[in-house]
């Protein structure tokens, strides 16, 4: 039976066999990655009291991160070791930064040239429009060294060097990614869940489409890929991000598409859309077909390629989903 870290604004909610624990209280958990060559390390991003690690499959925590320049750690992502270098810890940070660690995270290189590039004077965070942040960062799977990195809100760009140099967003790319995906079969696919749309690009950003047939709801948050197939996607997205994210006044719904199909709702088995946050999306490698979605009422899983879904028979703590969910992933122990 998988684990899953779960993180929400009072706490992570970690769950082994069905039981909760709740860790890091009181540090506001908003991104997390799994050690793609060690799976017993785990990576917690935090709103304003940095980066956390576990050497021991989150069962104990450590802060790690001098050197990266903000306390905001808004996304996190570890690439598998290569033939040439070993698996690299990527930080974002709002502002915008982003920093590499070739040591586990015990020191850290800021990317100095990732604020150079030509969109940069254009990234805004609407809600705050003084900054922005790094919302995502997507390690290739296929390509060493290569990685793309999502500003909320202005560009998707992309680096083949462990973002030392950079190359800008393109036309048509998306301006708004909240989550990006990639697939080990599907060497150059890239999928985007954006505020203005969903794209895929099959060139590795060089260029993008923008399948939308059968979305109805079309501000996008969560994309994930099914582990067995990177035809079968399923996203999370609502009509704007007002109803996207607060539970006070949440309406968000799940879709899903295969191969030569348009998306179509996916809500078997989910809670009615009104009054539901876009959920945040999880697949683990040996679950082909299999799905996971965190939201404001619980964890779900859908073992059909996202048709129809079921929640986990778990006890809760009390007011656990109160604010939303920030992050999900699932692994084995």
């Known amino acids: 039976m998988l684990s899953f870290a779960i993180a929400t604004r009072n706490a992570l909610l970690v769950v082994r066999e069905g039981t909760v624990e709740q860790q890091l209280k009181g540090l506001a958990p908003i991104s997390i990655s799994l050690d793609q060559t060690d799976p017993t390390r785990m990576y917690i991003g935090t709103r304003a009291n940095g980066l956390w690690r576990s050497a021991d499959t989150a069962h104990t925590w450590e802060q790690v991160g001098p050197g990266i320049p903000h306390a905001e750690i808004t996304a996190v992502a570890v690439e598998r070791a290569g033939d040439s270098r070993p698996g690299a810890v990527y930080a974002g940070t709002e502002p ?36 922005h942040h790094v919302r995502w960062i997507e390690v290739d799977p296929n390509v060493e060294g290569k990685l793309y990195v999502a500003i909320e809100a202005g560009a998707l760009v992309r680096s083949t060097d462990g973002g030392d140099t950079w190359q800008d967003r393109v036309q048509g790319g998306p301006i708004d990614t909240h989550t990006a995906a990639t697939h080990p079969s599907a060497s150059g696919r890239l999928y985007s869940a954006a505020g203005d749309g969903y794209f895929e690009s099959d060139d590795g950003g060089e260029s993008w489409s923008r399948p939308i047939d059968g979305l109805q709801h079309r501000y996008m948050v969560g994309v994930a890929i099914d582990p067995g197939d990177p035809e079968t996607v399923v ?69 059909n390629g996202g048709m129809s879904w079921k929640a986990l028979e778990i006890s809760w703590p009390d007011g656990a989903f109160r604010y939303g969910v920030y992050a999900l992933v699932a692994y084995a122990e």
Do not use: C, I
């Not at 100095?112 to 429009?129: I, V």
């Not at 994210?245 to 598409?257: F, G, Q, T």
């Not at 009104?274 to 996971?292: C, I, K, M, N, W």
């Open 235 to 303: 996203v999370s997205g609502a009509a704007g991000p007002y109803v996207a994210y607060r539970p006070s006044n949440a309406e968000a719904y799940m879709y899903r598409k295969s191969k030569g199909q348009p998306f179509e709702l996916a809500m078997e088995g989910l809670p009615d859309g009104q009054g539901t946050v876009a959920s945040r999306l999880a697949t683990h490698a040996d679950e082909p077909g299999v799905f996971y979605a965190a939201n404001n009422h619980d964890l779900f899983r859908s073992d």
């Open 96 to 131: 915008s930064t982003l920093s590499r660690s070739e040591d586990g995270g015990e020191t850290w290189h800021e990317s100095k040239s990732l604020n150079d590039l030509p969109s940069a004077t254009r990234w805004a965070f609407p809600p705050k429009p003084e900054t």
